[in-house]
């Protein structure tokens, strides 16, 4: 009964390769997120979304490209990944859109490495 | 646009002792304020969270938080820490409007026997 799960929890993959990270949510919430955490442990947003449709798009190559097929569920694809890529990538999700009185519930990440 | 300053980047506190993990943020209305504990190789867990109301707010595993306006700070305090405490510490702020948590860079407590 995982409120946000994510797939796979860990991608090791080669330069030049096309990757994909599923999440789903069973909460029911509207909103969901996909945040990267580098090596730093900084976190920052990439994309935002509302019952389906795209309403965060923060400075991200055009190699990440989100995909929302219901509210349930985010996926995020990567074509071509290089090197920089390599992080843990977070789903989260909410109630409302941002923080809208509610804390956004996050997904245990995937760790993508890139070699 | 919110932000958010952890000013520590690693504590380490003694098991036992007490502890206050500092946050400031930039916002120019109310904020919504949340602090969140990351284990290793684990997501975010939310300790606790302020909309409104009392300054204090009481959260998860003893932990409690007070939002002091005049100081734009939501420090994050426990009164007696314990080894499992040991973690990666964010706080968060959050607007009315519909923009995403914004995280602080996060600080690690190391606990030492």
């Known amino acids: 009964d995982t409120a946000v799960s994510q797939t796979p929890k860990y991608l090791v993959t080669q330069m030049g390769n096309d990757k994909s990270i599923k999440c789903e949510q069973n909460?029911?919430?509207?909103?969901m997120y996909w945040y990267k955490q580098d090596s730093k442990k900084f976190l920052k947003i990439m994309f935002s979304?509302?019952?389906?449709?795209?309403?965060i798009n923060e400075t991200v190559p055009n190699r990440f490209s989100p995909k929302s097929p219901d509210k349930a569920h985010l996926n995020l694809h990567i074509n071509s990944l290089e090197l920089g890529d390599s992080a843990v990538y977070f789903c989260?999700?909410?109630?409302?859109?941002?923080?809208?009185?509610?804390?956004?519930?996050f997904g245990q990440g995937t760790r993508l490495t890139v070699v | 646009a919110q932000s958010v300053t952890q000013p520590d980047i690693h504590i380490t506190v003694s098991e036992g002792a007490s502890l206050e993990l500092r946050c400031n943020y930039s916002?120019?209305?109310?904020?919504?304020l949340f602090w969140y504990v990351q284990s290793p190789g684990q997501g975010l867990q939310l300790l606790l969270k302020?909309?409104?109301?009392?300054?204090l707010v009481q959260g998860i595993k003893g932990f409690e938080a007070e939002f002091k306006r005049s100081q734009s700070s939501f420090n994050l305090r426990k009164p007696s820490v314990h080894w499992s405490d040991a973690a990666e510490y964010f706080c968060?702020?959050?607007?009315?409007?519909?923009?995403?948590?914004?995280f602080g860079k996060g600080t690690r407590l190391s606990v030492i026997a």
């Open positions: 979304y509302n019952n389906k449709e795209l309403i």
């Open positions: 916002y120019g209305a109310t904020p919504y």
């Open positions: 968060a702020v959050g607007a009315l409007r519909n923009t995403p948590l914004v």
């Open positions: 909460l029911g919430h509207d909103t």
């Open positions: 989260a999700s909410s109630q409302g859109q941002g923080a809208a009185n509610t804390e956004a519930f």
């Open positions: 302020y909309f409104s109301g009392d300054t």
